[in-house]
């Protein structure tokens, strides 16, 4: 079955700090992947998406996220972090075909924590 | 408007009890899904469904019982549930089911089961 890891369960950084948040999926097939955020007390938002064309997405809020096909990951990154960026963060692929067609697969997440 | 609302916000029941969550969403999408979240736990699709037609079940125990009576709302019936089941609820939808279709949340049901 497919699945996907997110490499840090727990990241602390300060502001201004740079940020790079990995994904890798198991999945031979075409993919659609994504990252959601979640931040305290909200609901999960759509941060960034990938289809196909570029391999490098830029998403909202400056994140942006480089897809490696021959790595089978698809990394999240901002060059400089706020304070409002705490938020916990999943790595989610969509798979093509077969009986999970639809099916969205979320990674285990990485909580952020940002100190001012 | 991408918009997805739910209802209750909490809820509390009993294991012998039976009681709905509610979803609605105005934005004319054709797919909408039910996820559970445990804590610290990523999401884990539980239904899907396509133009009012349930296309996908993981394997959920039958205490849980989709329903979409049409292309707005979705239901999740709950009946003799077990303290396990204790988690968040989220619904989602998409325009369609297609690979290009982002889903997009509401901010859940969190269910606890005493």
């Known amino acids: 079955a497919q699945s996907v890891s997110q490499h840090n369960h727990h990241v602390i950084l300060s502001e201004a700090a740079s940020l790079e948040l990995g994904c890798n999926y198991s999945?031979?097939?075409?993919?659609?992947l994504f990252w959601y955020v979640q931040y305290p007390g909200q609901h999960l938002q759509l941060l960034l998406k990938y289809f196909s064309g570029d391999p490098l997405v830029k998403g909202i809020k400056g994140f942006e996220a480089e897809f490696i096909k021959s790595k089978f990951s698809f990394n999240l990154r901002k060059p400089s972090v706020q304070w409002s960026d705490t938020a916990e963060y999943f790595c989610a692929v969509y798979l093509a075909g077969g009986t999970s067609y639809g099916k969205l697969t979320f990674g285990q997440g990485t909580i952020l924590t940002v100190h001012p | 408007d991408t918009e997805v609302t739910q209802t209750p916000k909490h809820l509390v029941m009993g294991m012998t009890n039976k009681k709905s969550l509610k979803c609605e969403q105005h934005?004319?999408?054709?797919?909408m899904y039910w996820y559970k979240q445990k804590a610290k736990k990523p999401p884990e699709l539980m239904f899907v469904?396509?133009?009012?037609?349930?296309?996908i079940n993981e394997s959920v125990p039958s205490r849980f019982s989709p329903e979409c009576p049409n292309s707005s709302l979705l239901n999740l019936h709950l009946h003799a549930l077990q303290p396990e089941d204790s988690a968040l609820y989220l619904c989602a939808s998409s325009q369609n089911r297609a690979l290009t279709d982002t889903q997009y949340f509401g901010p859940g049901t969190r269910l606890t089961v005493l």
């Open positions: 469904y396509s133009y009012e037609k349930l296309s």
């Open positions: 999945y031979g097939g075409t993919v659609n």
């Open positions: 934005m004319g999408h054709r797919a």
